[in-house]
């Protein structure tokens, strides 16, 4: 294999002594590919919208540009790289995507490479509690407006999108070899050389093993490969939290053409009801993507349904009283006239809510369990987490892929610095910078979402005064909602998209 080391960018690295040690032991690599592992700077693990947009802002950035990298994907990456979807047809995996975001996304060149076409910003969003529905708070973007278009809060995407871009913005710079599809069967340390091996000891790079027999090691092991990260186990690095016993049902739906003047403003709608909020955010047209907590029974309940009752429940979520959406959840079929009797004797304002349901989009409704998790710790030697396999929190804020991308900007960071300085990019020392700024911020906002959560699924009196309370305090203070706001968008230590607070 080729490692070179007579270029000045690789001499940051290693020193000349060792460099002429891997100089004589490279005729040995030659002579024995089958049994030496390729070596490389940076392997990332996980091929989702982390582990792509970290191996792009690596290439893209001068710094680290010449860095030896590498990509292990267990699904096969080829669809994905063609992947398109009649232009009425949406997939059911939407993500909002924040200012902070998309500036980060466009700073590695990605953002060209996107549909724009599919993308839907939205403009406002409004929030309110089940059980009291006076209780609202309205946010709307900081940003000021352009002569085009009004300002967005945010931007909904479909991860399939983003991830065609950032693998079409890669192809376009220095190759990355691909593992894919190929799964990791072994992490390990390797023993260290004997002393009277010519060798560089590396017995501290990680080894891996892959299911094509290939072997790679690597000075900088990255775990982007979610919440059941086989790098984070390798690394011994405990994750606590707890699962909610909730299930999120997820579905693509087609809006009813509305009595209300039409704007190119677009507005989230979310409602916390006591077994958990459903949420309502736009796409392109007249669609728009479904994001409902709730119980795992009311779950299975919403996926045995037809079409037609479907789009009644989801109707009637956003506007009758939570003891009717229960007594709707027993029912198996028929639902509208049961909804239908029950709405003149609940008041609420359509102007207010999101549009009626019209369709649900064929095979888009599905569910997945609910949990929130936090790593002790982010890095290791050689090793560090982003995105799942370091936290995993509750979608009721829209969280998940901004936490993530601020956790890819910050680690490319941390990597910048330690490439300019000539400091082993690996080492412990190299990587807490990354941790520092991210671990408390992560931990903040899933303490937040967690306990936003756990405060509106009570149905106590009083509680549900206080909150609405609160609610209606954030509501009239400017100050503290734009404060809310700022972090929502990324700013001030905050770390994304936000659609409950």
Known sequence: MKFTTKTPKTRVYLCSSCAKLLKRGRRRYATASRETPDLYDVVCVGGGPAGLSLLTALRASPTTSHLKLALIESQDLTPARTWSLPQSTYSNRASSLTPSSLLFLDSIGATSYLSHDRLQPYHAMRVWDGLAPSSVINFHSLNPPTQTQPPAIAHMSENANLVRALLSRLSTLPPIPTFSPATLTSITLPPPPPPSSPNLNLSSWPLLTLSTSATLQTRLLIGADGPNSPVRTFASIPSRGWD????????????????????????????????????????????????????PSHASHLKSLSPADFCTLVDAAFRLHPVD??????????????????????????????????????????????????????????????????????????????????????????????????ADIGLRASLEPFERERYVANGAMLGVVDKLHKLYGWEWGPLVGMRGLGLGVVEMLGGLKGWLMRRAGGGEGGGGGMMGL
């Open 325 to 422: 959406i229960s007594h709707l959840h027993t029912l198996p079929s028929n639902l509208h006239p049961e909804a239908a009797w029950r709405e003149p004797h609940t008041p609420f304002s359509d102007a207010d809510l999101p549009s009626r349901i019209l369709d649900v989009q064929p095979h888009s409704i599905a569910s997945f369990p609910l949990k929130m998790r936090h790593a002790d710790r982010y890095v290791a030697e050689r090793v560090a987490l982003v995105g799942d396999a370091a936290h995993s929190i509750h979608p009721l804020a829209g969280q998940g892929l901004n936490l993530a991308l601020a956790d890819v900007k910050a680690l490319v960071g941390a990597v910048e610095r330690a490439t300019l300085c000539g």
């Open 244 to 295: 909610y016993d909730r299930h999120a049902v997820v579905a693509t739906l087609t809006l009813a053409p509305s009595d209300r003047p039409p704007s190119s403003r677009k507005t989230a709608y979310q409602r916390f009801l006591p077994t958990g909020p459903i949420a309502l955010l736009p796409l392109p047209g007249p669609h728009a993507t479904l994001v409902w907590s709730t119980l």
